[in-house]
């Protein structure tokens, strides 16, 4: 019912930026919530940032004051911009959405951050 399809990750230096962006097709109406989610190599899954419909937007400690969620509804695409990225920031990306009863996740967008 949800296509997700993640882009703009990258290798970047230690400091640089990002700007990822995730695009929604299909059945968009009704989404309760959209966030982006990140997976190290034997970490788990974890939360980096979450907005609700109801306005709530939620940040991991760990990316407070260099992450910013955006969406353009227009475009149906929700955005997480990375500054002052560091090494510990290297992931797998994927953005979530939940519509209803059901949650759905993009294939993932590689970021590492090496000198």
């Known amino acids: 019912q949800v296509q997700l399809v993640e882009s703009g990750g990258g290798l970047v230096q230690p400091g640089g930026s990002l700007r990822l962006s995730c695009a929604a097709s299909?059945?968009?109406?009704?989404?309760?919530?959209m966030g982006w989610y990140r997976q190290a190599p034997g970490k788990q899954r974890e939360l980096v940032a979450r907005?609700?419909?109801?306005?709530?937007?939620t940040y991991a400690d760990s990316v407070k004051g260099r992450f910013t969620i955006s969406g353009d509804n227009a475009k149906n695409t929700v955005y997480l911009q990375m500054n002052s990225l560091k090494p510990e920031d290297t992931a797998v990306y994927y953005c979530?959405?939940?519509?209803?009863?059901?949650?759905?996740w993009g294939q993932g967008t590689q970021v590492t951050v090496s000198s």
């Open positions: 979530n959405v939940r519509r209803g009863a059901l949650g759905y």
């Open positions: 299909g059945i968009v109406s009704s989404i309760y919530a």
């Open positions: 907005f609700t419909s109801t306005g709530t937007t």
